[in-house]
């Protein structure tokens, strides 16, 4: 099994609201990424988690929240957000996370939120 | 920091030859990645390049040369399915993390 689920596949959101994506890989990768991307633009990183610890956080605003249940689970809570916060959000994992690896990392397909 | 540039976009006609240039400056290097992603897709991966020379995998080849800081993503017989965005990506001294370049839009015409 080499697939990456996100859930849900669309999401639309008020400013106050709080919402969760979720993410799941059974792969037994111990690295998983969130990106957000904006249309016709590339996936920009925003949190790195390592065997189920944060390791890299790009600066990101914090009404977004992520948490690793466990190694096969990803989430990332929403919070006030921003109408620019509106883009599709991509889950990711790959099997290493030392840097001399050549491991691919696999993508979810994404949840596209809308915020209104 | 890290930035990679690419084209924006290249057209060809079904049968032909693509090649997307990457030209990259970071602050560390691993190695470069290349995805492509379909429109409303999520981005797959195609190659990885740790060291100098070209790898080739089916109808894609992909070359490296780091004296350069260059990296090019070969495409031959064009399908119609070959339509999409590729980015090249740069794995740097930050370990995991990969930086992607803007992306190539590649249009197969028949």
């Known amino acids: 099994d080499t697939e990456v689920t996100q859930t849900p596949k669309h999401l639309v959101m008020g400013m106050t609201n709080k919402k969760s994506l979720k993410c799941e890989q059974h792969?037994?990768?111990?690295?998983m990424y969130w990106y957000k991307q904006k249309a016709k633009k590339p996936p920009e990183l925003m949190f790195v988690?390592?065997?189920?610890?944060?390791?890299i956080n790009e600066s990101v605003p914090s009404r977004f929240s992520p948490e690793c249940p466990n190694s096969s689970l990803l989430n990332l809570h929403l919070h006030a957000l921003q109408p620019e916060d509106s883009a599709l959000y991509l889950c990711?994992?790959?099997?290493?996370?030392?840097?001399?690896?050549?491991?691919?990392?696999?993508f979810g397909p994404g949840t596209r939120l809308t915020v209104t | 920091g890290q930035s990679l540039e690419q084209p924006s976009e290249v057209t060809a006609v079904e049968g032909a030859i693509v090649q997307i240039n990457c030209t990259y400056q970071?602050?560390?290097?691993?190695?470069l990645s290349w995805y492509q992603q379909h429109d409303g897709g999520a981005p797959t991966f195609l190659s990885y390049?740790?060291?100098?020379g070209l790898e080739e995998t089916g109808r894609f080849s992909s070359f490296l040369s780091r004296s350069d800081s260059y990296g090019y993503l070969l495409l031959q017989e064009l399908q119609m399915k070959d339509s999409a965005s590729y980015f090249c990506?740069?794995?740097?001294?930050?370990?995991?993390?990969?930086?992607f370049g803007g992306g190539t839009r590649v249009l197969v015409k028949p």
């Open positions: 390049n740790a060291l100098d």
């Open positions: 990711a994992s790959s099997q290493a996370t030392n840097p001399t690896s050549s491991y691919e990392q696999y």
């Open positions: 970071t602050s560390g290097f691993y190695g």
């Open positions: 988690y390592s065997y189920e610890k944060l390791s």
């Open positions: 792969m037994g990768h111990r690295a």
């Open positions: 990506a740069v794995k740097g001294a930050a370990g995991n993390k990969l930086t």
